[in-house]
């Protein structure tokens, strides 16, 4: 097959894993920075056009969705398959949509309040159970963004500082049985296919690995396992990190992550999971 990755470094863990895998199953790959040529209607990378392509696999960073996502639109009118649907991927990197998805499907979230520059700071703080509580930033990423406020007087002053920034975030609990840690599901085609415990270094709530935290394989209980894949099902993704808190009254979901990175998770778990991604786009084509 014909195997595009579009992604702006081709040098990234999780872009090469992928060219590794498929050359090992014996397939075309290559990959698109797909900055280049952004203004012409067709698919057009290094002085030709882009033709004849079987299977795509976007690897868009956050600072690209909507130019990334053109691209990917534009793969699937050429009649390629795709990892991640286009529509899809509009819809993972809108945080408060997403949220709005997961809630309308009954799927279970830490206490979440959005707020539009209010001046009700008061009032959103007693929705999300008071604190401590966490603010994040709706273009965040990767932990960035994310801030632990431990009192009532500094979650007012950092919500009135955002507000004073016109800067969207949105307001959630502190989960403390959680205790600074989290797990991220790989879902790959309706099934788990690895999953690792995060844990934030010392003094740090968050436990994303690019904040220094740490990751140990975990497996799962039944109601993790059937929670993240329905959350990616309700995305409508076949390929996702689903991100997720242990709580008392069970999982609680964080994120739906349609772009995860590779080198974490099979750090973890010792699985070829690029692999698992090649074999999903063999199954559909």
């Known amino acids: 097959m014909n195997i595009k990755i579009l992604s702006r470094n081709p040098k990234l863990y999780s872009t090469q894993r992928l060219v590794e895998a498929a050359k090992k199953r014996k397939h075309n790959v290559q990959v698109i920075d797909i900055i280049i040529e952004k203004r012409r209607p067709n698919i057009y990378y290094k002085q030709e056009y882009i033709k004849d392509v079987d ?113 969207r975030v949105i307001v959630q609990e502190f989960v403390k049985e959680a205790k600074g840690a989290d797990i991220r599901a790989f879902v790959i085609d309706g099934q788990v296919v690895g999953a690792m415990k995060r844990q934030g270094k010392e003094g740090e709530f968050r436990s994303n690995l690019h904040r220094g935290g740490s990751a140990d394989i975990i497996e799962l209980t039944d109601e993790e396992e059937i929670a993240a894949v329905k959350a990616v099902k309700t995305m409508g993704l076949a390929v996702a990190g689903v991100d997720m808190l242990q709580s008392e009254r069970g999982p609680l979901i964080l994120e739906v992550n349609s772009s995860p990175g590779l080198e974490g998770i099979e750090a973890a778990t010792g699985k070829d999971i690029a692999r698992y991604i090649i074999r999903y786009i063999e199954k559909n084509i």
């Open 55 to 167: 299977a795509v696999i976007p690897r868009i960073g956050a600072s690209v969705t909507f130019y990334g996502t053109a691209v990917v639109r534009q793969f699937e009118m050429m009649g390629a398959f795709t990892t991640v649907g286009s529509e899809a991927l509009v819809r993972s990197r809108d945080k408060l949509r997403s949220l709005q998805v997961l809630s309308r499907a009954k799927i279970g979230l830490p206490k979440t309040v959005f707020t539009n520059y209010s001046k009700e700071v008061e009032g959103i703080i007693k929705q999300v159970g008071g604190v401590p509580l966490v603010i994040k930033l709706l273009e965040g990423t990767q932990g960035l963004g994310v801030v632990l406020a431990e009192t009532k007087n500094a979650a007012e002053s950092v919500i009135e500082a955002f507000n004073g920034l016109q800067a």
